[in-house]
């Protein structure tokens, strides 16, 4: 007699897994969130729920939808065996680029597939992306998780994440209004997000010795491996307070996402093609890590800029009458931004300079 068990797949540790992670999807819901029971077949979200909030602040709103992954970031949480983070990354992969048309994140759903179920390490997975989905303010709806002998190695697992968000029509951020003179707001990235890990491989992991991982590199303030598994940084209730704060106006004309590309091939992604943005390197710090892994190596400045953030998370062009009081507003909220450059007469281009 053969079993389900005896092919690779523990439908008793799908049951625990489903047990373990309940407290933690639980901990995202809100009274708009009508699902019963954890576990269901679909999740329900009321768009007009009880406080009448959506109803107040969206008369014609736009549902934003888009879906995203950690890519390679995954190799190291198999290799530190630390799981509770990882999830942080995906909600941030997709809440980030919600946020950056100007969207209010609703609802997160995730995919996890596993070579073999392993129920606390599952629980610790979720458990980050609920940490990610309060910090975004929006609720886990619903997800799946695949066990999948033979395809997966055993530990090993693969992730996507996918977010649904609303904003007010008129209220939509397009970057069609950026113009020659606007001006360029960085809010900093908390290290290397979950961007450019293939060359983060090729640099700690590939060659004739094979990085420490415990070893706590100069200007850095954890282990390696911890350093490199430093969550993405979550910018959605930060942006979200300066678009709440200038409900009459509109101030931020464009905003982008910094991720694989980094910052000449993310921000023209927003521009119109007759504008550049300059951005002026002097004005942050990049930090520690991004050093290591040029200095190790040998990677070429430009390269850098072209794969990783190298610092700068989020990208915001705003009208230069606002840029002061955006700025304070961020320091009130204990939110870290520099100004990055200027907007100037061009072809759709980024130009770094000193």
């Given amino acids: 007699m053969v079993t389900y068990k005896d092919s690779g797949v523990d439908l008793?540790?799908?049951?625990?897994?489903?047990?373990?992670?309940?407290?933690h999807v639980k901990s995202t819901y809100g009274p708009n969130v009508?699902?019963?029971t954890h576990g269901g077949f679909a999740g329900m979200y009321r768009l007009d729920y009880p406080s009448g909030i959506l109803r107040r602040n969206y008369r014609d709103?736009?549902?934003?939808?888009?879906?995203?992954?950690?890519?390679?970031?995954?190799?190291?949480?198999?290799?530190?065996?630390?799981?509770?983070?990882?999830?942080?990354?995906?909600?941030?992969?997709?809440?980030?680029?919600l946020v950056v048309q100007g969207a209010e994140p609703l609802f997160f759903l995730d995919y996890i597939a596993v070579g073999e179920l392993r129920p606390r390490q599952v629980a610790d997975i979720v458990k980050g992306i609920a940490e990610g989905c309060r910090e975004a303010g929006c609720a886990i709806l619903g997800g799946e998780t695949a066990e999948m002998p033979g395809f997966y190695p055993k530990g090993h697992y693969e992730l996507a994440g996918f977010a649904v968000g609303v904003a007010e029509r008129r209220r939509l951020i397009t970057g069609r209004d950026v113009r020659a003179g606007d001006k360029v707001i960085g809010?900093?990235?908390?290290?290397?997000?979950?961007?450019?890990?293939?060359?983060?491989?090729?640099?700690?992991f590939?060659?004739?010795?094979?990085?420490?991982?415990?070893?706590?590199?100069?200007g850095c303030t954890e282990p390696l491996g911890r350093e490199l598994l430093r969550p993405t940084r979550i910018y959605v209730k930060p942006i979200l307070s300066v678009l709440r704060r200038y409900r009459r106006k509109k101030p931020i004309k464009a905003l982008a996402h910094i991720t694989g590309s980094g910052l000449p091939g993310?921000?023209?992604?927003?521009?119109?093609?007759?504008?550049?943005?300059?951005i002026h390197k002097r004005n942050w710090e990049v930090p520690a890590i991004f050093r290591h892994i040029q200095r190790i190596g040998?990677?070429?400045e430009a390269e850098m800029f072209r794969v990783f953030n190298m610092g700068i998370g989020m990208v915001m062009i705003v009208s230069p009458h606002f840029e002061e009081s955006i700025i304070e507003h961020f320091e009130e909220l204990e939110v870290e931004a520099v100004k990055l450059g200027e907007v100037v007469a061009g072809k759709g281009r980024v130009k770094l300079v000193r």
């Fill in 12 to 23: 008793a540790a799908a049951d625990a897994a489903v047990r373990e992670m309940g407290h």
């Fill in 266 to 278: 993310n921000v023209p992604r927003v521009l119109p093609k007759d504008v550049d943005v300059v």
């Fill in 298 to 300: 040998k990677v070429p």
């Fill in 61 to 97: 709103p736009i549902l934003v939808a888009c879906t995203d992954g950690v890519g390679t970031k995954l190799e190291v949480a198999f290799r530190t065996n630390i799981a509770d983070t990882i999830g942080i990354d995906l909600v941030a992969m997709c809440v980030n680029d």
């Fill in 187 to 204: 809010l900093l990235s908390s290290g290397i997000h979950s961007n450019g890990y293939s060359l983060v491989r090729k640099v700690f």
């Fill in 206 to 218: 590939d060659g004739e010795k094979e990085a420490d991982l415990e070893e706590v590199l100069p």
């Fill in 34 to 36: 009508l699902t019963g």
